[in-house]
């Protein structure tokens, strides 16, 4: 039966895409179906979001699926089985399908020809949202962002592994302790550790396929990194030791054989092209490898855990306020990308990363701001509609629904919401600094999926008590700071109006307050790698959806953004 229900899910996506034929590259990550699209015009995004098993959707780099934890796992099998299928049961020539026209709800008090402006409906902030979005994409297209995602895309195939891995270490550590199935652990702890002693090779796969070489050259140079005789090498006076550089050593190793692999490839025979290029690639970038980047990444990843290590020692409390109040601006402004090769060193250094549980609590924060603004648009069904359904999701560290369709597009609660999440990863922060390390042993899950990746310098259950204690922290601070300070008193007359106006009503005066329009945040601080649940705004909530618009007007060109 599962397999039906993950078929049926896999069934309803694909003409909704446009079909087999408008799939140009197809994966899967933690939590969304990645798609390549060939014609963007044959997505029907308001009927891919109206299904179910659908939690959202992000246009990015690719067309990105929210399915959740689990079942993006299981539903990217069936997707990829009915796009054979489907491809091998027609010719590749024949027409792509054209979608019909999705229609747009009316409200209902439009359609009684009442004022309706009164009340925006989550359609409106969704729209609100995705403009929001178009604007930040077109301003995060730099090179030295773009650069960051090709790195975060290197990281992301890895992720299911060290997350499996990170749950055996768990089971393993907890048997050690409690002193039982002693000849069980040697086991574990083998399966455990095993991807993480090589994973500087898997780096260098993906690295090189990432920037166009040949993946497995990229393998074979990082390989050097790791390999047992490297103890015997001097360089810099110092002797080597496998495994120093790590991560960082084996990326910057691979991205230099795609340049001395592209190199060779403009410059060698087509005769011997076969024979000399990968020889020349493996053996220059080897030596250099060895005789520099091992050295140079083994201080900088050195460094990136003496400075973690100190920051949540002597200010633990400042830095975990700072870190989960400003993760989604970084997230928006496309920087939390580079922390991924941060995480995954601390997790090879120390065996966890003490940054994402912190980062964690915005999730919290974000939780708590929906909830709150539940409550306060107590008379905006559509709004509250939204919030009920994406609620499972953001507990479970999927915040794109509450975040594009909520929080952002409404302003204020955002950044309460980001309030939320500072004073939860200040409390992280705290018990760091009080000596109650909390890392976790995997990146990629969040909110309560983090559960089982939790580990610490304590014992499994104070390590557990903290991290929970730290989403009711942030759950209640942004639920808090959302409730009595996310809202001006026009918002919530506008926001919260009756859903059916008085006949004949007037529509309440175009314009936006001075408390509004200085709270929301600008749109070109909105988060890069993720997007609204966008439509098409309805007509009949005309004056009150400008004066959302008008609250999250761009700054001035020139003035500071977070």
Request: glycine share 12%.
């Amino acid at each position: 039966m599962p397999e039906d229900k993950n078929r049926a899910t896999a069934a309803a996506i694909l003409p909704l895409v446009g079909g087999a034929r408008n799939i140009t590259s197809l994966a899967h990550c933690m939590t969304r179906l990645r798609l390549g699209i060939r014609d963007r015009s044959l997505v029907r995004d308001d009927a891919l979001k109206a299904l179910p098993a659908v939690m959202g959707v992000v246009e990015d780099d690719t067309y990105q699926i929210v399915l959740g934890p689990g079942a993006v796992a299981r539903v990217t099998p069936e997707f990829e089985r009915l796009v054979d299928e489907e491809r091998a049961a027609g010719p590749e020539a024949a027409p792509l399908p054209v979608p019909e026209p999705v229609p747009v709800p009316v409200p209902e008090a439009a359609a009684d020809g009442a004022d309706a402006s009164a009340a925006p409906s989550a359609t409106d902030l969704a729209a609100q949202g995705a403009a929001l979005k178009a604007r930040q994409k077109a301003r995060n297209a730099t090179p030295f962002k773009l650069f960051l995602r090709r790195v975060a895309n290197i990281f992301v195939p890895l992720i299911p592994a060290l997350i499996g891995c990170g749950i055996v270490a768990g089971i393993n550590g907890l048997l050690t302790n409690l002193g039982w199935l002693p000849s069980v652990v040697p086991a574990l702890a083998a399966v455990a550790s095993g991807f993480m002693s090589l994973i500087a090779v898997f780096v260098g796969y993906h690295t090189a396929k990432e920037f166009g070489g040949t993946p497995v050259l990229g393998g074979a140079v990082a390989a050097v990194i790791v390999f047992p005789g490297i103890a015997n090498i001097t360089a810099f006076g110092q002797k080597l030791s496998p495994g120093q550089g790590g991560v960082l050593g084996a990326l910057a190793a691979a991205l230099l054989a795609v340049q001395v692999e592209k190199w060779c490839r403009r410059r060698v025979p087509e005769a011997l092209d076969v024979l000399l290029t990968p020889t020349l690639t493996v053996l220059l970038t080897g030596l250099v490898t060895i005789y520099g980047l091992m050295f140079v990444a083994g201080e900088v990843s050195n460094g990136i855990g003496t400075v973690a290590t100190w920051l949540l020692a002597h200010g633990g409390a400042l830095a975990g306020f700072v870190l989960g109040g400003l993760f989604l601006p970084l997230v928006m402004l496309g920087l939390h990308q580079a922390l991924i090769p941060i995480h995954t060193t601390l997790i090879e250094q120390q065996g966890y990363t003490v940054l994402l549980p912190i980062l964690a609590m915005a999730g919290a924060g974000q939780v708590g701001a929906a909830l709150a603004v539940y409550l306060r648009l107590s008379r905006n069904t559509s709004v509250r509609r939204t919030i009920k359904s994406a609620l499972p999701a953001g507990f479970l560290g999927v915040g794109e629904p509450l975040i594009y369709g909520v929080s952002l597009p409404l302003g204020r609660p955002f950044i309460t919401a980001c309030v939320g999440g500072a004073f939860g990863g200040g409390f992280i922060g705290l018990c760091n600094q009080l000596g109650n390390a909390v890392g976790s042993t995997a990146i990629g899950p969040s909110g309560w999926a983090l559960f089982p990746l939790l580990n610490g310098v304590t014992g499994i259950g104070t390590t557990l008590a903290i991290y929970g204690i730290g989403l009711v922290v942030g759950y209640v601070a942004g639920f808090l700071a959302t409730y009595f300070f996310g809202f001006s008193r026009q918002m919530l007359t506008e926001l919260n109006a009756a859903p059916e106006a008085p006949e004949g009503a007037e529509a309440p005066e175009s314009g936006s307050s001075p408390e509004a329009a200085g709270s929301g945040p600008s749109p070109d601080a909105a988060p890069e790698a993720t997007e609204a649940p966008a439509g098409p705004a309805q007509e009949a909530t005309g004056a009150a959806s400008a004066r959302i618009a008008d609250g999250l007007a761009p700054a001035p060109k020139g003035s500071a953004t977070t």
